[in-house]
């Protein structure tokens, strides 16, 4: 951001408050760099409205400003002080340290320091004027070091292939020269331009069809391999496996099946060996006799009625945790169960309610007795029940 007004007119300031005695601005109107100023200035006090502070004004062009006109690219100037870079910082203090030296700032800083303390505390104009210009002084030192803490390429010469092979020789020379002299130098150059270069050579045509050429010839030496493993027209399935078996000694021996019965049934077995928790490594009482055949029976459905109407009587021998459980599985208490089938008399006398009301319409017919869970299509009664007259 600039200053608009003083960068428009340099070297003429004037005073923006009334009780300014030193004639210097303290207000401005800053815009970017790509924004041109035509004209700017300040009207004198009290010009337009009543205030302490001058009214300030510029001009500029607003179809440049606000659209219409594609400004300059303003460079970029990154800060060359990094607190990443460790060699840039102790290069900045190394300055900082000498040009503080130079102009004696810590021995000054002190002798103001005991000024102040045998004033109790009080700093007078000549103190104040001794205090501004150490801090001008000591800002110029560490501006002129962040300036000198590390050298930063601008981007001044425009970027070409030719000149980044002439950098790249350069640079290798200057680190060729920098071991010679047993200088230090960063090993990581060498370890891109490497990785670099071995890029580069995939890069060509001719490069490519041989990548390509090596990776099929792999492929086809896999295949050829896996083929002469399984064997002439192998399909990749499972043929045979082998299937745990207790000997007549006791002792539990393996057993090879090659029926595809016996191939599926092993292989269930094992899964469930592995996956199924219900099961192992102990059994659960969902699971187990005898609470597994009186829910996944033919009395599966009328059991599982009774113990939600509290009508089921527990078997014995079932520990308390799950006596507990299944005791809690009821109905609430306000809970009322719609009929499971409905029947030629309901449909009927559903349609005759519906004829006396003359409330409803014959769609709203139909839907209500698609809704009761009645198809239409397979009861005898519906042809004259649509054909009430409403």
Not at 173 to 178: G, N, P, Q, R, V
Not at 253 to 279: H, I, K, P, W
Request: proline letters at 5%; a positive charge; one cysteine or more.
């Amino acid at each position: 951001m600039e200053e608009a007004i003083l960068q428009r007119h340099p070297g003429q300031t004037a005073a923006t408050q009334h009780r300014n005695k030193r004639g210097k601005p303290i207000d401005g109107i800053f815009t970017t760099s790509g924004v041109a100023v035509q004209a700017g200035g300040y009207y004198n006090f009290d010009e337009f409205f009543s205030c302490d502070h001058r009214g300030l004004w510029i001009d500029i062009d607003l179809e440049k400003s606000l659209g219409g006109y594609k400004p300059q690219k303003t460079p970029y100037k990154p800060r060359k002080l990094t607190m990443l870079d460790t060699t840039a910082v102790r290069r900045y203090l190394q300055l900082v340290h000498k040009g503080y030296e130079e102009y004696s700032i810590p021995s000054r800083l002190a002798s103001l320091h005991h000024q102040l303390q045998l004033n109790e505390g009080t700093m007078t104009a000549t103190m104040g004027r001794h205090y501004n210009c150490l801090h001008h002084q000591m800002y110029v030192v560490r501006r002129k070091a962040e300036e000198k803490c590390r050298r930063v390429t601008n981007g001044l010469v425009p970027w070409s292939p030719k000149m980044q092979q002439f950098w790249d020789r350069q640079s290798l020379w200057k680190i060729l020269l920098k071991g010679r002299k047993g200088c230090r130098w960063r090993k990581d150059f060498l370890t891109v331009q490497a990785a670099k270069s071995k890029k580069k050579q995939w890069r060509s045509r001719k490069a490519t069809d041989r990548f390509l050429r090596l990776r099929r010839m792999k492929q086809r030496v896999e295949a050829r391999r896996q083929r002469r493993a399984k064997g002439k027209g192998s399909t990749g399935g499972l043929h045979a496996i082998q299937v745990k078996e207790r000997l007549p000694s006791g002792e539990v021996g393996l057993r090879t099946v090659s029926e595809r019965s016996q191939v599926e049934q092993g292989c269930m077995q094992e899964n469930c060996a592995r996956y199924d928790q219900t099961r192992l490594p102990h059994m659960t009482p969902p699971m187990d006799a005898p609470l597994y055949q009186m829910f996944n029976g033919h009395d599966a459905e009328q059991n599982s009625l009774a113990l939600l109407e509290g009508r089921l009587t527990l078997p014995d021998g079932i520990d308390y945790p799950t006596r507990s459980f299944l005791s809690q599985c009821r109905f609430h208490k306000d809970h009322s169960m719609s009929p499971l089938e409905v029947s030629t008399e309901d449909h009927t006398y559903f349609c005759l309610g519906i004829r006396n009301t003359r409330a409803l319409s014959l769609m709203a017919c139909i839907m209500a007795t698609l809704k009761l869970g009645f198809s239409p299509l397979w009861s005898p009664s519906v042809t004259p029940c649509f054909g009430i007259s409403l």
